[in-house]
């Protein structure tokens, strides 16, 4: 199993930049034959610096398009999103993206993968760097290891370092964890929360599990599809490190899937 980290030893991102505002924005995409799939509509959000939110909902809600949008991969037809105050017009590695995929580069070492980025943009003198961010993501000892040695968690862990040691002001992770198996994805949960404390980095989280929505996050978007759209925000009040079997958890499940109609329905884990 991959140790627990220690906390990067030099100056961390304050939690008074990263807020993220997103204005009206709508998004259609019409196919070959003409037809229309509105993926946002209207959509508005303000998220706070430092924040953990979540964007929860079935498939085809518009979360990846919301997401890229905010990384700049995409615009919106409508309305902009603005970061700090400065409207996003493309990518930036101010906001660092992890997805389901880790997407790592096969020929290159963990050093070299979490690297990459760095050098791409010219920065030298980065060794400590690099190793402090493997340090903590937890894959201290396997800097030399290629991605074919690691497991989907250690892969995933990869992924975070390399968007972590840009400093990002944001960090956007689309649904990082679906493809963990459950003991390692809960073991994740609490490194990203570890991370997220220790940064202080606003998080935007897709997922399509309520529990994990509950588990990591200040507020729940909770999205319906067809067209996409914000359906409520849940503000998670609960302490931390959460109980997943603590009452007021239940009752905050119940609540989301009341609002996606899941209401008295029984599902492995909740899963949409
Ligand atoms: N490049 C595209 N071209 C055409 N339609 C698209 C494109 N990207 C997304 N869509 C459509 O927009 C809607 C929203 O897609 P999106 O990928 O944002 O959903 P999602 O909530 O991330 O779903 P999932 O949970 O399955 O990842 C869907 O109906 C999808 O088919
Ligand atoms: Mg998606």
Excluded at 158 to 181: I, Q, S
Aim: aromatic share 6%; net charge negative.
């Amino acid at each position: 199993m991959v140790s627990s980290a220690t906390a990067v030893a030099y100056t961390e991102t304050p939690a008074t930049s990263g807020a993220i505002s997103v204005r009206n924005v709508r998004r259609v995409f019409v196919n070959a034959s003409g037809e229309e799939t509105v993926a946002l509509e209207r959509v508005n959000l303000e998220i706070q610096p430092g924040e953990m939110v979540s964007l929860l909902g079935p498939s085809g809600c518009g979360k990846s398009t919301l997401m890229r949008i905010i990384a700049g991969l995409d615009q919106p037809g409508e309305g902009e999103v603005v970061l700090d105050g400065v409207p996003i017009t493309g990518p930036h590695h101010e906001r660092g993206l992890v997805f389901q995929d880790p997407t790592l580069f096969s020929w290159l070492t963990v050093k070299g993968n979490v690297s990459f980025g760095l050098k791409a943009r010219g920065i030298k003198e980065i060794a400590r760097e690099v190793d402090d961010y493997i340090r903590l993501v937890g894959l201290e000892g396997f800097q030399n290891a290629y991605p074919h040695q690691l497991s989907g968690g250690m892969a995933q862990r990869v992924a975070l370092a390399r968007a972590l040691v840009n400093h990002p002001k944001v960090l956007l992770l689309d649904e990082p964890l679906g493809a963990l198996d459950a003991f390692t994805r809960m073991q994740m949960q609490d490194e990203i929360l570890r991370i997220w404390e220790d940064r202080g980095t606003t998080m935007v989280f897709v997922t399509h599990d309520v529990d994990e929505a509950i588990y990591m996050s200040d507020r729940i978007i909770v999205m319906t599809p067809r067209p996409g759209k914000i359906q409520e925000i849940i503000e998670v009040r609960l302490s931390r490190p959460r109980a997943r079997n603590h009452p007021d958890f239940f009752l905050i499940r119940s609540k989301i899937l009341e609002i996606l109609h899941f209401a008295g329905e029984i599902r492995e884990n909740y899963y949409l």
